[in-house]
C-alpha cells in the first residue's frame, strides 16, 4: 500500500543550526511529493513541492528539499534555523492517477534559544 | 486571493448530537477536499469534489459523515449522531483544476469536541 513515513516525531536543535527532516515514502511510480508546515491552531502552509526535473528543489522561508529516487526519500533541510521555524511540518505525496494526497504522520520541531 | 475560510473554528458538542461545518474554497478552485486530524496525526483524506461531484470517499467516512457541495462553490460536511470518537480537526483544502497536480491551499480548520 501506498504510504508516507516520516522516521521522527520530534525534533529539537538550536537556532542556527542546521535541520534535515526526513521523509520515505512507498509508491510504484515517482508521485508528486510536498511539504507543509502547521502552526498550532492553523491550517497547513506548503513550503515547497516536487514534480519532476531538478532533484533540488526551494521553496519558501529558506526551506530546500532533496528527492533521491533511489532511496525513496524526500527529505527537507534548512541551513540556520530560525526560533520562528518551530512547528509541525509534514511530507505529502499525490498518487499519480488519482487526486488524493497522502500525508505523513508529522515531525514536530523545537527550536532552542 | 482570500484563501480557503471554515466555519466555524470551533465546535462544542455533546455525544449523540448533529454538527455541521462549512468550507468556503478560493474561488477560482474546483477542487475541494476534506480531511480529518487528530492530535499527533497528519491529516487523513475523507472525501474530494471535483466541482459539485463527490469523486471518492474514504472508508474512514461512516455512513453518519455526509459532505456535500451542491454548487460546486463551498461545501458542508455533517456529522450525526457525533460520538467522542469524532473529536478532531477538520481540514478544508481546495485546489485549481488546471493541474493535476496543483498543491492544496488549507483553510484554518473546524476544531470539533464530543463530550
Known amino acids: 500500500a501506498q504510504s508516507v513515513t516520516q522516521p521522527d516525531i520530534h525534533i529539537t536543535v538550536s537556532e542556527g543550526a542546521s535541520l534535515e527532516l526526513r521523509c520515505n515514502y512507498s509508491?510504484?511510480?515517482?508521485?508528486?511529493l510536498f511539504w507543509y508546515v502547521q502552526s498550532p491552531g492553523q491550517g497547513l502552509q506548503l513550503l515547497l513541492k516536487?514534480?519532476?526535473?531538478?532533484?533540488l528543489v526551494q521553496g519558501i522561508k529558506g526551506f530546500e528539499a532533496e528527492f533521491k529516487r533511489s532511496q525513496s526519500s524526500f527529505n527537507l533541510r534548512k541551513p540556520s534555523v530560525h526560533w520562528s521555524d518551530a512547528a509541525e511540518y509534514f511530507c505529502?505525496?499525490?498518487?499519480?492517477?488519482?487526486?488524493?494526497?497522502?500525508f505523513g504522520t508529522g515531525t514536530r520541531l523545537k527550536v532552542l534559544a | 486571493d482570500t484563501g480557503v475560510s471554515q466555519n466555524p473554528r470551533h465546535k462544542i458538542t455533546k455525544r449523540g448530537q448533529n454538527v455541521t461545518f462549512r468550507c468556503d474554497p478560493i474561488?477560482?478552485?474546483?477542487?475541494l477536499y476534506w480531511y480529518r486530524q487528530t492530535l499527533g496525526q497528519g491529516p487523513e483524506f475523507l472525501t474530494y469534489?471535483?466541482?459539485?461531484?463527490?469523486?471518492?470517499k474514504s472508508r474512514l467516512l461512516s455512513d453518519r459523515f455526509s459532505a456535500e457541495r451542491p454548487k460546486g462553490s463551498f461545501s458542508t460536511l455533517e456529522i450525526q449522531r457525533t460520538e467522542q470518537g469524532d473529536s478532531a480537526m477538520y481540514l478544508c483544502?481546495?485546489?485549481?483544476?488546471?493541474?493535476?497536480?496543483?498543491?492544496?491551499?488549507f483553510g484554518n480548520g473546524t476544531r470539533l469536541t464530543v463530550t
Open positions: 483544502a481546495s485546489s485549481p483544476g488546471s493541474s493535476g497536480n496543483s498543491p492544496l491551499h
Open positions: 509508491y510504484g511510480a515517482t508521485p508528486y
Open positions: 516536487y514534480f519532476s526535473g531538478d532533484t
Open positions: 505529502a505525496v499525490l498518487l499519480s492517477g488519482t487526486y488524493k494526497y497522502i
Open positions: 474561488s477560482e478552485h474546483n477542487r
Open positions: 469534489f471535483q466541482n459539485e461531484a463527490q469523486l471518492e
